[in-house]
Structure formats: C-alpha cells, structure tokens
C-alpha cells in the first residue's frame, strides 16, 4: 500500500514537536547549552542556527544533482561553513554586545550534527521547496527548545526575561541556572518531561488497543 | 546482475564531475563569503570603534576628544596611523579646550574564572586612576561579577593614586588590594567580601598595568601635548 | 601572547573551564561513549592527540591568515585541517600500529564531528596564545575531556545496575549527572589564578 505523499506542511510540523531536534532526536546540543543562560542569547543562537540550516538546505537541495556522491560530505561541511562565517559577521555588524555574549560558539554552530544531518538525510534528496519546509521546521523547533532552556534559566536564575525584572527584589537568584550546571540541569528537566508525555501517550495508546480486543 | 540492470545503472561519477562540484561550490562560497565581509567590515569597524569612545570616555569623565597613540621603537608615543595590529595603544583625551585631561590604558589578566579585561582613565593632575570599566569578565554571576557593580568598590578607581618617584623610574607605591574595610592608603584596593579572588585580581591587573606604562608616559609627557 | 603562566593556562584548561563541563563541547561523543570505562580511556587519548596536533596546524594557520589579511577564511580553513588530521592520523595510526587501530575502532572518524577539536582551536585563536602556550592549553583541553569522559563512564557503568526511575532512563539521566559533575567542577574555581 503506497503511503500518501507527504504535505509540505507536514514536513514543517514534524520539526516542531515529534521530531523535535533537540528534546526527541537529541541532536545539535554543544554549542547552544553554553550560551543559553538568558532568553535574549538562546533566541539568537537558535536563529543563527535556523538561518544557516535553512540556507544550507537551499543550497545542498538546489545542487543536489550536480554534486557527486564520493564528495559530498566535504561539500555539505564547506556551504555549512560558508553560512555560519556569514552568520558571524552579521551579528558581529548587528551588536558587537550579543557577538561579545556568543562568542566563537557562533562560529561553533559549524560542527552541529543537526545541521549536516538534515542536509545528509533531507536536503540531498528532496526539493528544494520540500527542503526549505523541513529546514524551517526543524529551525523553529529548535528555536523553540533553546527559548524553553534559556526562558527557564534566566527566569530562575536572575529572575529577569529579556533583562525586564520579574520578581521583587527579595527574590533570591537561583545562581546555578546561570551556570553551566544549570544548563545541564535545565536540559534534563526538559528531556523528562518529553519523557513522561511519551510513556503516557504509549501507555494511553496500549490501554486503547486493549479495550478494543475486548470489546471485539 | 542482468544486461538490463548493467546498461540502466549510472555511470560512476568521473573526476572531472567531482572536481567540478568542488571548484564550482568552493567559488560559491568564496564569493559569497568576501561579499559579505566587504558589506559588513565598515560597519562592524565602526560599531567597535563607538563602543571603545564609550569605555574612554567612561573613565575619563572629562575627556570630549580623544587620540590614539601607539609606543614606539623610541619608547615615545607617536599618533597612531592605520589599523595598529600587534601594536600597544594608549588613548588620550582632551577637553573642550584641546587640554590634556588624561590618558586611558587597556589592561588584561587572569581572574577567578578566566581572563578579566579591563580600561582605566589616569589623570595627569591628580597623578591618580580615576576610573576604570570592566570591558570583558567570565566572574561568577552573583559573585565576582561585583566587581563591576559594587559601589564600594567601585569607589576605590575614584582616585586610586599611581605617582611615580622623583626620578620617574618607577612607581613611588604598587596598587595593593587589602581586605575590605583596611584600606588605609590611597594606593591600596578595598577588596568585596565574597569576592576576594576577583577583587585581587583587578589589583593586580591595574598593578602590572601601572608598573608598566606609568614611567613611560610620565617621560614622554611633551608627546601628547596637541599642537593648537 | 599572553600574561598567563603555563601552568594557569593547563589548570584552566582541565579543571576550571572543562570543555566538557564548563563549554558543553564535545557533548555527543561525551554521552554516546562514556558507557564503558575503557573506550572512554581510548577515546580521551585519541581527541588528545587530536587536539595536539590541530592546535599546532590552527596556530600556523592563524599566522598565515594574518599576513594575508583573510581573516574570513578562518572558519573553513580550521574545519578543512581537523578533518584532514584526523584522516592522515587514521592512516598513520594503521600503519604504524595496526593493533592500536583496531582498538580504536569506529572512535577515530567519530573525533571529526567533535566540537572540542574546533572550539580548541577557535578559543586559542581568540586568546592569541604564543606556540607553546597553545600546545600546553590543547594538552590541558584533552586531559580535561578525558577526565570528564572517564568520571562519567565510571558513573554510567554503576549506574547500569541500579534501579532508576522510567521516566529519567537513557539521556535525561546522562545528562543530570553530567550536571552533577558541571557542579563539582565548580570547586576548582580559582585553582588557575
């Protein structure tokens, strides 16, 4: 039986929650825990890495039939690698105090597995329009997951959100958030709770199937 | 494997495909990497540029004008020309009336955490620092990253006195951090409680920094005086 | 060049500012191969020798981009060289010691893709270490790397036997002890100074 074809959305949604890059496939995390301890930093790595997985998948997808199987690994790494030296200027032209918070972790977003992944197992046999979809969606699940690691860390460790106060003064900062302990803490947070909705979606899924065997 | 199967399947890719895949996207890229850089580079250029006239004059409250003068093979000061790669600056500021009003130095060291850097404005007539700005620090947020928010610390680079001997040789006083609540001389650092290494450290980069410059630009005094 | 002693620099390296625990590089191999304690010894010693000799190619590079004024070919450059060393390593390992290849197994390809290597050379450039200065901060980044490799595949293999919460089984649990070992960490603060 032949599957129907996948809808274009389809393939930007999967990147969002079900194939979420970092919670469920677990790829891509190095150079984004550092430099995710406010809001403001995350969103901008998450963007930055959006920007060059969705150029990157444009230009591997277009010249997918012109680059030969043998190099293409080579290839892949020196487009991923033409975007991110972009992505570095840009910022550093935008505001020299988020390139000053980022750091060579820009240049870092280079090596993300997620990255050559996509371009690897998407963008080399797809269209290019299919490619851009599967980019953005994976680039906005992505984005989404640094907020949630930044958005927590910030809010308990400073007690501001994007710099704006939140708490009253007697809040007491929870200082471990900031660090790069709280980064792994926060991750783990996050990766149980994914957990947990997954086995009580699994277990919702095994109590379905038995109660229709016994009705039958 | 059948005749059929052998006649559809593709060719092997020749060397002359694959060279083509490389040299093509490798000119791509190039290309499109260097426009980039040639679009950006006046505007980052210009961004630094703001951001360093903020730190001077920051710790020269004084200062409406600065120059940037870099050491040379004399061990004078001559205006810096160009970019200045590799070379060591020192920025001076003038008033409104192009006097003199002081000199800003960078200086960098080894903190709790890792490397602390730092600008500090010296004044001629007070033969003192008189303020300084923490440019770059990686101190524990909460902790010694006080040493850029404390008050009482920050009080000490009022006037932190730097005068030299009689024959200008060296330092009449090294900076020295004491504990905090000892200070005693206009020379010693009052250091944050909790933040003991952190504080040292600015001491002891101001110190280094101090040892090093102040005799040489107390000698060449005559080499930052503008010309009216 | 900076003011830093050589012996700061390799404490920071390892201890303070662990790659591993303090920078959140070389994550993937750190949690896909810290499950047994001998492959995490191997696989601390070849990123080691990695980091060595990329360091010592990263720092001629970084002069040779200067004197040609590209600093924008920085990026590429670095990722071209890591990839070629650990292929020309790969070869020279094979062929000087066969048996010490085939302990290594699928480790050595798997070095490509890991983030310490290129934040290395990236954090080295940007401090404008001097020759030696880079050799002992590549040293110090290994050792830290194995150190932490070797803690957590320590921990993992205990952990094996234990009986642990469904919900936090498999990644959740790594990386809660990665946090764990981030924190105490911690305690070598000031040590480099």
């Known amino acids: ?48 890495t959006a920007f060059v997985l969705v150029m990157s998948n444009i230009v591997v997808s277009s010249l997918r039939s012109f680059i030969p199987k043998q190099v293409r690994i080579a290839t892949y790494i020196l487009i991923i690698a033409t975007f991110v030296t972009v992505v570095d200027y840009v910022i550093q032209a935008i505001s020299l105090d988020l390139y000053k918070a980022l750091g060579a972790f820009i240049s870092l977003i280079v090596v993300n597995c997620l990255i050559l992944g996509r371009a690897e197992a998407f963008a080399s046999k797809n269209t290019v329009a299919r490619s851009i979809m599967d980019g953005l969606g994976m680039g906005v699940g992505f984005v989404f997951a640094l907020f949630c690691l930044g958005a927590v860390r910030e809010i308990l460790g400073a007690g501001t959100l994007f710099g704006v106060q939140l708490f009253h003064d007697s809040f007491q900062n929870w200082v471990v958030m900031i660090l790069p302990s709280g980064g792994f803490f926060t991750l783990a947070g996050w990766l149980l709770l994914f957990n947990w909705l997954e086995q009580r979606k699994a277990k919702r899924a095994r109590l379905a199937t038995l109660s229709e065997e016994a009705a039958r | ?11 092997p890719p020749s060397t ?13 890229c190039g290309l499109l990497i260097v426009s980039v850089y040639q679009v950006t580079l006046p505007v980052i250029e210009h961004n630094k540029a703001v951001a360093l006239q903020k730190a001077i004059f920051h710790v020269l409250p004084n200062a409406t004008t600065s120059t940037t003068y870099r050491l040379d093979e004399s061990g004078g000061f001559v205006v810096l020309e160009g970019k200045g790669v590799g070379e060591q600056l020192v920025y001076a500021g003038y008033d409104g009336e192009q006097k003199l009003v002081g000199l800003a130095v960078e200086a960098r060291g080894m903190g709790y955490q890792d490397v602390i850097g ?91 920094s101090a040892q090093y410059w102040m005799p040489r630009i107390r000698n060449n005094l005559s080499d930052f005086e503008r010309e009216d | 060049m900076t003011s830093e002693s050589l012996w700061s620099i390799f404490i920071n390296a390892s201890l303070v500012n662990n790659f591993v625990l303090a920078y959140f590089l070389g994550i993937c191999p750190f949690l896909g ?19 060595l000799v990329s360091s010592v190619c ?24 890591i990839a070629s060393t650990v292929q020309l390593v790969e070869m020279f390992i094979k062929k000087v010691s066969p048996a010490l290849f085939r302990t290594l197994g699928i480790f050595l390809p798997l070095i490509t893709t890991n983030c310490a290597i290129l934040g290395l050379a990236l954090f080295q450039t940007n401090k404008g270490y001097s020759f030696v200065q880079c050799i002992v901060y590549a040293l110090g980044a290994g050792a830290g790397f194995t150190l932490a490799l070797v803690l957590m595949a320590g921990l993992r293999e205990k952990l094996e036997l234990a009986e642990v919460p469904d919900v936090t089984k498999g990644t959740a649990m790594a990386v809660m002890l990665a946090g764990l070992l981030s924190v105490t960490f911690m305690g070598f603060g000031g040590l480099g100074g």
């Open chain 2, 16 to 28: 002359w495909h694959m060279y083509r895949a490389m040299v093509g996207v490798g000119v791509f």
């Open chain 2, 118 to 208: 730092l600008i500090y404005g010296y004044s001629f007539a007070e033969q003192a620092i008189i303020g300084i700005q923490v440019l770059e620090s990686k101190e524990t947020p909460g902790l010694g990253d006080k040493i850029e928010t404390d008050a009482d610390f920050l009080q000490n680079f009022e006037r932190l006195d730097v005068s030299l001997v009689d024959d200008l040789s060296q330092l009449a006083n090294p900076i020295v951090p004491v504990k905090h609540g000892e200070k005693a001389n206009p020379w010693e650092v009052d250091g944050i409680t909790g933040a003991t290494i952190s504080s040292v450290a600015i001491a002891n980069i101001l110190d280094a």
């Open chain 1, 1 to 48: 039986m032949a599957l129907p074809a996948k809808s274009s959305t389809d393939e930007f949604i999967k990147g969002l929650w079900r194939e979420n890059p970092v919670f469920v496939q677990v790829l891509g995390m190095c150079p984004v825990l550092a430099v995710s301890n406010t809001a403001l930093n995350a969103l901008a790595m998450g963007l930055a």
């Open chain 3, 33 to 51: 191969v810290s499950s047994k304690l001998d492959t995490a010894t191997r696989m601390g010693g070849a990123v080691t020798f990695v980091m």
């Open chain 3, 58 to 81: 990263a720092f001629g590079i970084q002069m040779l981009l200067v004197a040609i004024d590209a600093p924008y070919l920085k990026l590429i450059s670095f990722i071209a060289v």
């Open chain 2, 1 to 11: 494997m059948s005749q059929a199967e052998l006649a559809s399947r593709p060719a």
